[in-house]
């Protein structure tokens, strides 16, 4: 190869020298002139040399850039000159060239037997020629899955290059089995980078089996995967199941005595006696599927092992404030309940199936409720795949789930907060530490990271962060997610919307990318407030108001003189 081509267009054109080390072993900076101003922040470039005799490409992202020419200060002090006036009138203006040094941070050649990059380290000699990398070769080496691949997400391109000229793939092997995090501020592009994934896995060379934990209602657009040729292949064609609230249903018995003391806050020690021995007592009594009547009477009874029958001394239990008190709260949350059921739930198989997404509307219920209804889903969900790999659930069992499943969920700062313990928080940390021996992966999606479990955030090994401006937020996204690089972390306050920086196991480097256009409509979007405010006072929305109050049509009036 020879290192001094001068061809501009040329992939392998030198744009740039080596001046020395950087303040890192594993950094260097060059010097470039770059008139082409390709040289940006979060670039890839590389210089050769001899490992183990033979030649290699060593890949390194550009992480600082600094001019070495400035203007003095002087050639500045009338704004209404520029200085590079100034510069022609001294005699400047030939010897002033833009040079820049820019600090580069080594990633290594990339070795296919290990689909990782190895650092030599043997950081380049000074005088060494820096190139710019190929398209061909980012999109080689970059990520772990290439485009319509089994096992890939194409979920956009890297960002320093032009739209679509390398394409970047999720390994979705990887994020599926280490779990997934979706960092963003509000109206970053989290929820439409999270469909764009969804979209990916149901696509024919995935087949996923996906379930959506939306408490806002914002996912019900997915279901027009269903009949797009996009989606179609090989007599495939995914399904897409929305749950809306009126449809979710609990059975009572699955709920544990957490659940209970979660959904009755506020209780007395005497109160928590009390529902402990209950509930203690109901399940040895009636098993595993007992009702909520059941539970009441042995409540009424005092938690006894067998109930009163004596009516003197039921009235007596009655009377007790605390079995009262109990007695009508227990009523009041889950006697009339139209989610929480003695015989009726979601059953496994109908929410997890391969080729199907179903998702899981809450935007309609009671904050606790949700972080219930998810806990006893997560905890049912688990052990089904428990069971069915340890063979202690065959088919026909209610628990037997003989394939993998991933769960996403939306504002999961709820369902696993900071410096606070809601029922959702341990199964979530349970299965995000050992769900991977038995196929349960979660996808954590939050506007407020510095909200967020330390503890759930640091043990997502896929990381999708996107604009982020908080700096206590910030600051949780540095400490919890290690493979992000310092020079990218710099970045987060300045992408623009649908710009995201992904890093961990699914792909081979951190890098910046573009979002890809989601192929369903976007489900959250903002409302357009002035636009509807407008149309309140067109003539149809105003003929309609009449008509439908009984109201005779009234003549045109100039409201432009209304307020003279």
């Given at each position: 190869m020879?290192?001094r ?37 979060g ?5 050769e040399?001899?490992?183990e005799?033979q ?5 390194g992202?550009v ?26 009138i001294?005699g400047?203006?030939?010897?002033h ?11 290594g ?18 005088g ?13 080496v ?5 485009l ?5 997400a194409?979920?956009?391109?890297l960002l ?30 989290k929820?439409?980078?999270a469909?764009?994934l ?11 089996s ?6 806002h ?27 809306r ?10 709920l ?26 109901t399940?040895?009594k009636?098993?595993?599927?007992w ?10 009874a ?10 003197d001394?039921?009235?007596e ?25 003695d015989f ?9 199936r ?31 795949r ?8 065959g088919e ?12 996403l ?13 809601v ?9 995000l ?6 196929g ?8 407020r990271?510095g ?10 090994m ?15 996204v ?16 300045a ?9 961990g ?24 407030a ?35």
């Amino acid at each position: 190869m020879n290192n001094r081509q001068t061809d501009a267009t040329s992939p392998t054109h030198c744009i740039g020298t080596t001046k020395g080390p950087g303040e890192s072993a594993h950094e260097y900076t060059f010097v470039t002139p770059d008139a082409e101003r390709r040289v940006k922040t979060g670039e890839f470039v590389y210089y050769e040399a001899l490992v183990e005799s033979q030649t290699r490409q060593i890949l390194g992202r550009v992480t600082e850039r600094v001019p070495l020419r400035l203007y003095p200060d002087t050639f500045m002090a009338d704004p209404a000159v520029p200085p590079a006036e100034v510069a022609a009138i001294l005699g400047f203006l030939e010897q002033h060239h833009e040079l820049f040094e820019v600090t580069v941070v080594v990633l290594g050649y990339y070795e296919p037997r290990l689909g990782d990059f190895v650092n030599p380290r043997v950081p380049p000699e000074s005088g060494s020629p820096i190139y710019i990398a190929s398209d061909d070769m980012l999109a080689t080496v970059l990520a772990q899955k290439h485009l319509n691949e089994i096992g890939s997400a194409h979920v956009g391109s890297l960002l320093s290059r032009g739209p679509g000229a390398v394409p970047i793939c999720l390994d979705v092997r990887s994020f599926t089995s280490t779990h997934l995090a979706i960092i963003a501020s509000t109206g970053a592009g989290k929820s439409y980078l999270a469909s764009v994934l969804i979209e990916e896995m149901m696509k024919p060379y995935n087949r996923a089996s996906v379930l959506i934990v939306d408490p806002h209602g914002e996912y019900h657009t997915l279901q027009e995967m269903m009949g797009r040729q996009e989606f179609r292949g090989d007599g495939y064609e995914p399904e897409v199941r929305v749950i809306r609230p009126d449809q979710i249903k609990v059975r009572t018995s699955s709920l544990t005595l957490g659940d209970f003391r979660y959904l009755l806050p506020n209780l007395s020690e005497k109160m928590h006696y009390q529902l402990g021995r209950t509930y203690n007592a109901t399940r040895q009594k009636y098993g595993d599927k007992w009702t909520l009547g059941q539970f009441m009477v042995m409540l009424r009874a005092g938690g006894q092992d067998h109930p009163v029958t004596d009516p003197d001394a039921d009235l007596e239990l009655e009377e007790d404030v605390t079995i009262g008190a109990l007695v009508w709260r227990v009523n009041s949350v889950l006697g009339h309940s139209k989610i929480f059921h003695d015989f009726e739930h979601m059953a496994l198989g109908e929410l997890f199936r391969p080729g199907q997404c179903t998702v899981l509307q809450l935007n309609e219920i009671d904050q606790r409720e949700q972080q219930v209804i998810v806990a006893t889903l997560l905890r049912r969900l688990n052990q089904g795949r428990m069971d069915t790999e340890k063979g202690l659930a065959g088919e026909g069992d209610e628990t037997y789930l003989p394939y993998p499943t991933f769960v996403l969920i939306e504002e999961a700062h709820n369902y696993a907060p900071a410096n606070a313990e809601v029922v959702t928080t341990h199964i979530l940390k349970t299965i995000l530490s050992e769900g991977r021996k038995f196929g349960v992966s979660v996808g954590l999606i939050s506007q407020r990271p510095g909200r967020l479990d330390s503890d759930v955030l640091s043990q997502c090994m896929t990381q999708c962060i996107m604009r982020i401006v908080n700096p206590i937020d910030q600051a949780r996204v540095a400490e919890s997610v290690e493979s992000v690089g310092r020079d990218l972390l710099k970045e987060l306050p300045a992408l623009s919307k649908g710009q995201v920086i992904v890093a961990g196991s699914a792909v081979n480097t951190p890098l910046l990318c573009r979002v890809r256009g989601r192929i369903t409509p976007h489900g959250a979007e903002d409302p357009d407030a002035p636009a509807r405010w407008q149309a309140y006072f067109s003539e149809t929305a105003t003929a309609r108001r009449q008509r439908d109050q009984g109201l005779p049509a009234e003549p045109k009036r100039d409201r432009s003189r209304m307020f003279k």
